[in-house]
């Protein structure tokens, strides 16, 4: 059974169609395999490349999520929310993202902002060992750190909040 969805990400809606090992985005066909490693923690094999996905948080209808140290916010559209959207039977609801929490366990080992830094989407903000790989952790948004929370050479756990940004 083949299951059909449309994700959005930065305004972008990309077809979706999932069925076993195969995937499609945008047309384009793809093996895969998702291995579960621990709470909200999973190695995805996307053809031959493999990356490291944490889930930070998760309704029905969005997912934030840690792809290779790279935060993303998921939206899931459905044919029915399409038609409630289109028809404005909805409210809107603004989600937004105001911390940085770690995807897994790991060493900090490099703290690249302060707080008062000014910051723009995709900016490296901590660095983080885990399984002996650097992983730089970028902002969400564009905005200003409030309050950092973690030093080099501190370890951390999962879903630990790194830094903080300013409302």
């Not at 559209?77 to 609801?93: D, P």
């Not at 302060?114 to 995709?122: F, H, I, L, R, Y």
């Not at 309050?147 to 903080?164: M, P, T």
Request: proline share 3%; aromatic share 4%; glycine share 6%.
């Amino acid at each position: 059974m083949t299951k059909h969805f449309l994700i959005e990400i930065e305004n972008e809606r990309i077809p979706v169609a999932q069925s076993q090992n195969k995937l499609s985005l945008n047309g384009r066909s793809a093996n895969v395999s998702l291995v579960e490693l621990g709470p909200k923690l999973y190695s995805l094999l996307l053809e031959n490349d493999s990356h490291v996905i944490h889930i930070a948080s998760e309704t029905d209808t969005c997912i934030t999520l840690t792809v290779d140290g790279q935060t993303l916010v998921a939206n899931f559209v459905s044919e029915r929310s399409k038609l409630i959207a289109r028809y404005g039977q909805q409210k809107t609801v603004q989600k937004t993202t105001n911390e940085l929490r770690a995807p897994m366990l790991g060493l900090v080992t490099q703290v690249l902002v302060k707080p008062g830094d000014s910051v723009v989407t995709g900016q490296g903000l901590v660095v983080l060992e885990a399984m002996k790989m650097e992983n730089e952790l970028r902002s969400p948004i564009q905005g200003r750190i409030g309050q950092v929370y973690v030093q080099e050479g501190e370890s951390v756990k999962v879903d630990a909040i790194l830094v903080e940004f300013e409302s």
